[in-house]
């Protein structure tokens, strides 16, 4: 861990040769582009030479032969056919511009589209213009940083530091984070928890797909884990990013690990779905939190009304304001039947898609359709300060449309915010519990992580309460219909100034609007003759001839108006009422405060 960090630190030195000639917030377009050349470099350069030796007689093969062909002889998924490394282009600081776009170009088609999203040729040109002059000493200070002996989950965590830092100085937004890694491997962990014993499976391949995957640290750590379950195994990834240096990166890792790299989609998910036909055994994603929808609204509107549920909206647009629903109902289209195994999906969202819209609104729909359709299958809630960009509190939802007979139409919720917990007290302060730990200095708003080590804390102790499937004080399983109620109108009768009921045509009461109003009204309630609080069904006539005719013996329900809506009040579920002190205890407190205060005035005018 500390080798990352120290290799990161080496290359952000190297921003310090751009002061004056970039703006801060324009750092990243030089440091990450050069990060990834050095890294393909360092990884190339055992047989390097090898290829070089090789390419005569690869001279009348088709490019797409001489590809295959010196790919084998780089014993990698792309080559270099350039006589530039690193090494050389320090020794000719004269032509070190051509040089560098030399070296560039000698990359094999799939490594070169790479360098291409980042617009690097435009940055050779600005450091290499005399005004700045700063080209060769870049290159210079990247050919001192041996990045060779870094794996590539060091090389994620590098590129994900250096992200962070870049986006800490372009001031971005709270929604523009980035995946603290042990949020991705409690993810994977738990993804991969119900199907353990066919994971077993010798030669098994499945599938791995992230919609929003940034520089691809959830394929990173999905595939990693499986290898790790189970060598045999393979794990094929495909992603889609939007954001073209992100892209780049991503793109560069899967190359580097052997990954198909064209299984990698660059472009908005939500306009052109590059994966159209695909479908995946398993989807993880971060989509980023509170992000608008606009520039895509019309391509997204058009596929809602014109294709309904043959498309991949059909149960309803959220907010513009929030897209985090679209990315959860664009995933759900890409399972798989579940007469084919079904697939499991696991998404980060912030608080917003659990209870935000009304019944009978956008989100309310989503969710009802996905839990009516019994695909929720559990929600885990995080501590905040755990990413980096943003402080707020998080979750985790876990989607499966092929649910094992014990999990069918229950949803179950794990509450792994950090319960203060006496038995992981850390030297009497109150800093440490089963789920996180303080870190040691913040990084950003990131103050908080979950402990990776262990069954008892931590990672494992959630993975182990998502398995075991049993309610404590962390757990609740509750019925799907828990969540749903009936929105309905209630009408008062309108009264003349002698009290009158003023009707309508055919004599009914006319509503008076300033008296109308709402109730929200559970499908289920608590069997009260039931010691264990048993939930059983009521009806919208039960519960309104209970709780609103004796206070309202006039009043009736609009039924024309009565929408069905569906929420999860994450928090509500864990409250547990703690009894005000009695006024005796009060009493006695008061009266030792009054003492303590009565000898300390006595002790003051003594001396």
């Given at each position: 861990?500390?080798?990352?960090?120290?290799?990161?630190?080496?290359?952000?030195?190297?921003a310090?040769?751009?002061?004056?000639?970039?703006?801060?917030?324009?750092?990243?377009?030089?440091?990450?582009?050069?990060?990834?050349l050095?890294?393909?470099?360092?990884?190339?350069?055992?047989?390097?030479q090898?290829?070089?030796?090789?390419?005569?007689?690869?001279?009348?093969?088709?490019?797409?032969?001489?590809?295959?062909?010196?790919?084998?002889?780089?014993?990698?998924?792309?080559?270099?056919?350039?006589?530039?490394?690193?090494?050389?282009?320090?020794?000719?600081?004269?032509?070190?511009?051509?040089?560098?776009?030399?070296?560039?170009?000698?990359?094999?088609?799939?490594?070169?589209?790479?360098?291409?999203?980042?617009?690097?040729?435009?940055?050779i040109?600005?450091?290499?213009?005399?005004?700045?002059?700063?080209?060769?000493q870049?290159?210079?200070?990247?050919?001192?940083?041996d990045?060779?002996?870094?794996?590539?989950?060091?090389?994620?965590?590098?590129?994900?530091?250096?992200?962070?830092?870049?986006?800490?100085?372009?001031?971005?937004?709270?929604g523009?984070?980035?995946t603290p890694?042990?949020?991705?491997?409690?993810?994977?962990?738990?993804?991969?928890?119900?199907?353990?014993?066919?994971?077993?499976?010798?030669?098994?391949?499945?599938?791995?797909?992230?919609?929003?995957?940034?520089?691809?640290?959830?394929?990173?750590?999905?595939?990693?884990?499986?290898k790790?379950?189970?060598?045999?195994?393979?794990?094929?990834?495909?992603?889609?990013?939007?954001?073209?240096?992100?892209?780049?990166?991503?793109?560069?890792?899967?190359?580097?690990?052997?990954?198909?790299?064209?299984?990698?989609?660059?472009?908005?998910t939500?306009?052109?779905d590059?994966?159209?036909?695909?479908?995946?055994?398993?989807?993880?994603?971060?989509?980023?939190?509170?992000?608008d929808?606009?520039?895509?609204?019309k391509?997204?509107?058009?596929?809602?009304?014109?294709?309904?549920?043959?498309?991949?909206?059909?149960?309803?647009?959220?907010?513009?304001?929030?897209?985090?629903?679209?990315?959860l109902?664009?995933?759900?289209?890409?399972?798989?039947?579940?007469?084919?195994g079904?697939?499991?999906?696991?998404?980060v969202?912030?608080?917003?898609?659990?209870?935000?819209?009304?019944?009978g609104?956008?989100?309310?729909?989503?969710?009802?359709?996905?839990?009516?359709?019994?695909?929720?299958?559990?929600?885990?809630?995080?501590?905040?300060?755990?990413?980096?960009?943003?402080?707020?509190?998080?979750?985790?939802?876990?989607?499966?449309?092929?649910?094992?007979?014990?999990?069918?139409?229950?949803?179950?919720?794990?509450?792994?915010?950090?319960?203060k917990?006496?038995?992981?007290?850390?030297?009497?302060?109150?800093?440490?519990?089963?789920?996180?730990?303080?870190m040691?200095?913040?990084?950003?708003?990131?103050?908080?992580?979950?402990?990776e080590n262990?069954?008892?804390?931590?990672?494992?102790?959630?993975?182990?309460?998502?398995?075991?499937?049993?309610?404590?004080?962390?757990v609740?399983?509750?019925?799907?219909?828990?969540?749903?109620?009936?929105?309905?109108?209630?009408?008062?009768?309108?009264?003349?100034?002698?009290?009158?009921?003023?009707?309508?045509?055919?004599?009914?009461?006319?509503?008076?609007?300033?008296?109308?109003?709402?109730?929200n009204?559970?499908?289920?309630?608590k069997?009260?003759?039931?010691?264990?609080?048993?939930?059983?069904?009521?009806?919208?006539?039960?519960?309104f001839n209970?709780?609103?005719?004796?206070?309202?013996?006039?009043?009736?329900?609009?039924?024309?108006?009565?929408?069905?809506?569906?929420?999860i009040?994450?928090?509500?579920?864990?409250?547990?009422?703690?009894?005000?002190?009695s006024?005796?205890e009060?009493?006695?407190?008061?009266?030792?405060?009054?003492?303590s205060?009565?000898?300390?005035?006595?002790?003051?005018?003594?001396?």
């Open positions: 861990m500390t080798q990352f960090k120290d290799k990161a630190n080496l290359i952000w030195e190297v310090d040769l751009l002061r004056g000639d970039y703006k801060q917030s324009d750092y990243g377009k030089v440091i990450l582009p050069m990060t990834v050095r890294r393909l470099d360092c990884v190339l350069a055992p047989n390097k090898k290829v070089l030796d090789y390419l005569p007689k690869v001279e009348k093969l088709s490019e797409s032969a001489k590809d295959l062909t010196l790919n084998k002889i780089a014993k990698a998924n792309f080559h270099n056919r350039s006589q530039f490394d690193f090494a050389k282009l320090v020794a000719d600081p004269n032509h070190i511009a051509a040089n560098l776009r030399n070296h560039i170009n000698g990359y094999s088609a799939s490594a070169r589209e790479i360098i291409e999203y980042f617009n690097f040729d435009d940055q040109e600005r450091m290499d213009d005399p005004k700045a002059d700063i080209l060769f870049v290159v210079q200070k990247f050919a001192e940083i990045l060779a002996d870094m794996d590539t989950m060091q090389m994620g965590y590098v590129f994900e530091d250096l992200i962070r830092r870049f986006a800490e100085q372009s001031n971005e937004t709270a523009e984070h980035f890694r042990e949020v991705i491997k409690l993810m994977v962990n738990v993804l991969f928890n119900g199907d353990n014993q066919a994971l077993t499976q010798a030669g098994i391949v499945k599938t791995l797909y992230d919609p929003a995957c940034g520089t691809g640290g959830m394929l990173s750590i999905g595939e990693q884990h499986l790790d379950f189970n060598a045999q195994a393979k794990l094929e990834v495909f992603g889609q990013e939007i954001n073209p240096e992100s892209y780049a990166i991503c793109k560069s890792d899967m190359l580097i690990k052997g990954q198909n790299p064209a299984n990698i989609k660059f472009g908005n939500f306009t052109v590059g994966l159209r036909e695909e479908r995946f055994d398993y989807m993880l994603s971060n989509p980023p939190f509170g992000v929808w606009k520039k895509a609204a391509t997204i509107k058009d596929e809602y009304q014109n294709l309904g549920f043959a498309g991949r909206f059909g149960a309803g647009l959220p907010r513009i304001n929030d897209g985090s629903l679209l990315f109902q664009h995933m759900i289209s890409k399972m798989k039947l579940a007469e084919d079904g697939s499991r999906i696991g998404i969202f912030n608080g917003s898609p659990l209870f935000t819209g009304q019944a609104n956008g989100e309310s729909n989503i969710r009802q359709w996905i839990i009516e359709n019994d695909w929720l299958e559990a929600i885990i809630a995080l501590p905040d300060q755990l990413f980096y960009n943003t402080g707020i509190s998080t979750y985790i939802w876990i989607l499966n449309n092929n649910k094992n007979e014990q999990r069918r139409d229950k949803i179950q919720l794990i509450n792994a915010t950090g319960v917990d006496e038995e992981f007290v850390k030297e009497g302060k109150l800093d440490f519990n089963r789920f996180w730990e303080k040691p200095r913040s990084l950003g708003n990131k103050r908080k992580k979950i402990v262990g069954e008892t804390k931590g990672i494992g102790y959630i993975t182990k309460l998502y398995g075991d499937f049993e309610e404590n004080e962390f609740k399983i509750l019925p799907n219909k828990f969540f749903g109620y009936w929105r309905i109108t209630v009408e008062q009768p309108l009264k003349a100034e002698n009290g009158n009921i003023i009707t309508a045509r055919g004599e009914n009461p006319k509503p008076d609007t300033q008296l109308r109003d709402y109730e009204i559970p499908f289920l309630q069997d009260k003759g039931d010691p264990n609080g048993k939930l059983i069904p009521q009806s919208i006539d039960e519960y209970r709780e609103v005719k004796p206070h309202l013996p006039d009043a009736w329900i609009d039924e024309k108006k009565t929408k069905t809506g569906y929420e009040n994450f928090t509500k579920y864990f409250y547990e009422f703690k009894p005000l002190r006024l005796a009060i009493k006695t407190d008061i009266l030792a405060l009054e003492a205060s009565l000898e300390l005035e006595k002790t003051v005018l003594e001396d």
